[in-house]
């Protein structure tokens, strides 16, 4: 099984798609392709909460500002998975949520021995020529989805996640960029975290793990005191509450509304959290 | 074949799909991701409309504003078909589409018989704990799609949709909370009826029997004559007509344009149709 | 395998994946379903540049805002690819692409030798019988896909692309209404293009060849001085540049930012590109 997540919007992943499949009969499953623009954050937090519900894949992931610089193309293999896209870090955090951390392995690609994505018939296609009269390999410089990653991910399925090795284009990595995402600060009775992501409920998801909320009715948000809820029907429909989410971080959420709205909330934002009681 | 809709943007339905890929190799298909956000009205009238072009499947419906509450999670076998859901009517409608409504069978999930839904590899995930000290079972309070309804779709499939008996924590439902979408009113020449839905063209979709328009030219639409065509293109773009939708209901359309802002209408509106020929 | 697009956005893709799912067990790939609303030119542009990317498919092409006149429902086999949709000109420039012109084959469907879709179990419903009192065939005024191209794909991927001749509703076209994507006039020193499409990115996507930046540093456009990139990342961030995109043809971009809203662009946009080094 490959899976297929990016910021590109429509109709981009179709191409990788077909690349996928004139490559392998491999089951294809969209995760998204409307992860917040270039946003590495967002994405690695979303891959992180999302894949490991999947049975062992390949993981294609392009959420890649750097497109067409010096920025390797990665591959980790996680336990039983294989993640797939940039080296800027995105595919870190879910890698180390799939395995631990000192058995995961990381491997270069080395573009130039890729062999090329080719349309078929196009004989008058300006993007036939893409590339072929210069040092820079097979791919454009604007859409490595295509290019780059969907042919090494459908090679991986091919050749099985165990033998990365098989793959000549591939190479262990010396290092690799990192992204960590922020733990909160909980010590007893307040949390300083950061709003990680918000949804598109709207609901504000923090790095404050759940357990926090154990035992509280209302908890001070930011100096605002807020009703604590295990279930968005705790409080009436439009109104403020904090819930542990399902990702089991504490949201700050409306119901049947919008959190980051009613909070005046966005990614990035700190969230002191406080039990007076 | 399992069919997905939801209300859940992205990338909700993506967890969802890990799961269900967990646990059968049943071909996934997408029915909606977007369904207008927590209106069980909306998806209800969806379902019943495009559901029926599915050959036997099993339907996999999360439009749960309930959620986390007591509402039961709900089986309803209706025909060759079989419906997960929440039991707060979304399920209704379609269901008495598919199959006549006496021979419509419903079950309750005991949610506390479920096996868990764990992630892999996932030692230090907050939601790894999730409601494992606590009495209310495997599921997170916010995300049942993951939880217990892609579960139990995924148990459905497997097991056969003949063989819901076989399942130990289903069982017959004794009540189930019903929605019916409204009937319009018909008499000769007057239709009094509702705008159920406005589809992403602008299209406003009422509950009028299409069989209203025939031999009409001309239409009131309260109170304003606006032409009735076969076609959209029975109006030059812009401009405004009656039509009998591809649901075989009245639309007051636009063509080439948003019927819903022509006519100043929202879901809900009432709507008077007059033959005054 | 079956490839889907439209511009339909959500739901109504889904009742097409009904039927198709009903008459075959072809794999269904999305290629996009919100194409710009009844665009024929931006869709022909992205079909143009997406579909070659497949392995031989039957491809389901649905942007069609004369659905329900007299335009003919159009087969055009086109290598080992068959594309089926409206007679519009949507299906010409990928047709081009994928073959050699003078051997691309064009069919018309009969729609009233189709056999019928009927949804499951709905003698209740009103658009069980749609069509069935008139001389009009089987489909309804405002859903083709669904009701004719939708049966028309299935049956062509089940009969064989290299089959079109033996489904008896297939005749050949006589005539076709075409559609030419305009090409830029090129020379020395000065393209005259137009802007074709936008996309999601903001990117705005010309017709000049991306050979025409060859050796250039900067270009004018518009007559503004512009640097041009290898890549996005040869300027800064929100910055403006001149890049050859993914297709192969001159893109007016801005890294990590709306290439449209800073040059002002939309599509069908003129635009002059000078080399005035």
């Not at 948000?221 to 705790?234: H, K, R, S």
Request: proline share 8%; net charge negative.
């Amino acid at each position: 099984m490959i899976t297929i997540a990016s910021d590109f919007g429509s109709p981009y992943p179709a191409a990788m798609k077909g690349v996928l499949c004139q490559r392998t009969d491999a089951r294809l499953v969209d995760v998204a392709d409307d992860f917040p623009r270039q946003d590495v954050r967002a994405a690695a937090f979303w891959l992180r909460e999302v894949l490991p519900y999947f049975p062992p894949s390949t993981h294609l992931v392009v959420v890649d500002p750097g497109v067409g610089t010096d920025r390797n193309a990665l591959v980790v293999r996680a336990g039983d998975h294989a993640l797939v896209g940039p080296d800027n870090g995105v595919l870190q955090p879910v890698a180390r949520r799939l395995a631990p951390e000192t058995s995961l392995e990381s491997f270069v690609v080395d573009e130039s021995r890729l062999e090329p994505v080719e349309p078929t018939g196009v004989a008058s296609s300006p993007q036939a020529t893409l590339g072929r009269d210069d040092s820079s390999g097979p791919a454009s410089n604007t859409f490595h989805g295509r290019d780059v990653f969907a042919p090494v991910a459908a090679a991986i399925h091919e050749a099985g996640r165990k033998s990365l090795e098989s793959l000549a284009y591939l190479s262990p990595a010396d290092e690799t960029v990192d992204l960590e995402l922020p733990d909160a600060a909980v010590e007893d009775g307040r949390a300083g975290g950061e709003v990680l992501v918000v949804d598109d409920f709207g609901n504000a998801i923090t790095n404050v793990p759940g357990a926090f909320l154990e035992g509280c009715e209302r908890i001070a948000a930011n100096g605002e005191l807020v009703p604590v809820g295990d279930t968005f029907a705790a409080v009436e429909p439009g109104e403020r509450l904090v819930i542990v989410g399902s990702h089991g971080y504490v949201e700050l959420d409306v119901n049947q509304g919008r959190g980051d709205d009613a909070f005046g909330l966005t990614p990035g934002d700190q969230i002191v959290l406080e039990d007076r009681e």
